[in-house]
Each structure stands twice: as structure tokens, then as C-alpha cells.
């Protein structure tokens, strides 16, 4: 079964500091990666996704991630966060098409 | 461009109530989906549904019916409400595919007393 690691809950960080938020995921089969964002009472969007190709995806807002297939890793990194960065991040693995498998999430503070 | 709305934002149920959420896209998705968010818990995938007149279960779901007698809705009903189902529910939605990112609505808060 797949399965989805966020390795931090919570993530504090001061304004213009890098953030790495660190996913890793299990699974014996190609995978297609994703990472969501959840600011405060909204639904879940999509930053960026790993289909195939270059490891270096490039997002929303700045975020990029690099997919390690040796590690099993997705981490998601900004190199200057900004205060409106604060929210839920979520990585996700789509295993079949019928279903998602989510992280429980990392939550991103940046403080001033 | 509506994209996925779901209704209502919020709702109190006592125990035993029955009550349905709302869940409409407009982008002509095929794939349609309820998840709950409980604090810690990221999301659970409860019914699913990959195109009109066909649903099927996911991670957990006792206590909740669906139905998608169209491409557009896709409603969630809650038979008789439990306080273990106050949540944050979320409807998604995507193409067909698993390279499909998900489109969720802003979520329905339920709390059951």
C-alpha cells in the first residue's frame, strides 16, 4: 500500500529565511507526487506535481521540490519565505486513479 | 469559473439528525471525491466516484451514502449523525488519471453535539 511521511507537524521560520519541508513516500510502483497548500479555511491547492522527467519541479509562489526516487523523497523548498507563506502544506501520492493518499500535513509559521 | 462549491460552509447537527452536503463542479471533472480533515489526521478519503452512476468506498466510509446520478454533483448524506463525525469535509475533484492534480472545494465545518 502506498503511504506518505511528512517528517515535521510544525515548522517555524523567520521572514526571508529558507524552509525545506520534508515529505517521503513508500511505494513499489511509479508514482505521481503532488504537494498542496491549505491556507486558513479554504480547501487544499495545488503548488506543484511530480509526473515524470527533470527530478526539479517548480511551483506557485516560489516553491520548488525535488523528487529523489533512491531516498524515496519529495521535499518541498522555498529559499526566502514571505509572512503570507504561513498555512498547512500537505504532500500526496495518487497511486491509481480512484485515490489519494495524504500526509498529515506540516505547519508552515513565518514569523517577522 | 465556479470550479467546485460546496454547501453549506457550516452546520450543527444533534445526534441522530440526518442531513446531505452539497458538492457541484463545473469543470466537466469525471473524478469526484469526499475527504474529512481531522486535526493531525491529514485527509481521509471517504466515497469516490470515477464518473456518473459509479461510486465506490474509501478509507472510511461508515456512516456516509453517496450517489452520482450526474457528471456535475456529487452529494454526501449522513444517515444518523454521530459526534465522531464532526469534521471539516472537503469535495474534490479532477480529471481521470492519477497524474490528475485534485480541485477541492472550501470545505463544510460539522460539528454533531
Known amino acids: 500500500a502506498q503511504s506518505v511521511t511528512q517528517l515535521d507537524s510544525q515548522v517555524p521560520v523567520f521572514e526571508e529565511a529558507p524552509v525545506e519541508l520534508r515529505c517521503n513516500y513508500s511505494s513499489s510502483v511509479s508514482v505521481y507526487l503532488f504537494w498542496y497548500v491549505q491556507y486558513p479555511n479554504q480547501g487544499l491547492q495545488l503548488l506543484l506535481k511530480?509526473?515524470?522527467?527533470?527530478?526539479l519541479v517548480k511551483g506557485i509562489n516560489g516553491f520548488e521540490a525535488e523528487f529523489n526516487k533512491s531516498q524515496t523523497s519529495f521535499h518541498l523548498r522555498k529559499p526566502s519565505v514571505h509572512i503570507s507563506d504561513t498555512a498547512e502544506y500537505f504532500c500526496a501520492v495518487r497511486p491509481n486513479a480512484g485515490k489519494s493518499t495524504f500526509g498529515d500535513g506540516t505547519t508552515l509559521t513565518v514569523k517577522p | 469559473n465556479a470550479g467546485v462549491t460546496q454547501t453549506p460552509k457550516f452546520q450543527v447537527l444533534k445526534t441522530g439528525q440526518s442531513m446531505t452536503l452539497q458538492c457541484a463542479q463545473d469543470m466537466n471533472h469525471e473524478y469526484m471525491s469526499w475527504y474529512r480533515q481531522d486535526p493531525g489526521m491529514g485527509l481521509r478519503l471517504i466515497h469516490y466516484?470515477?464518473?456518473?452512476?459509479?461510486?465506490d468506498q474509501g478509507e472510511v466510509p461508515n456512516g456516509y451514502n453517496v450517489s452520482r446520478s450526474t457528471t456535475e454533483d456529487f452529494p454526501l448524506r449522513l444517515l444518523s449523525a454521530a459526534p465522531s463525525q464532526t469534521s471539516v469535509y472537503f469535495c474534490a475533484s479532477s480529471y481521470p488519471g492519477q497524474n490528475s492534480p485534485l480541485h477541492f472545494g472550501n470545505g463544510t465545518r460539522l460539528t454533531v453535539t
Open positions: 511530480y509526473l515524470s522527467g527533470s527530478t
Open positions: 466516484s470515477v464518473g456518473a452512476g459509479i461510486t
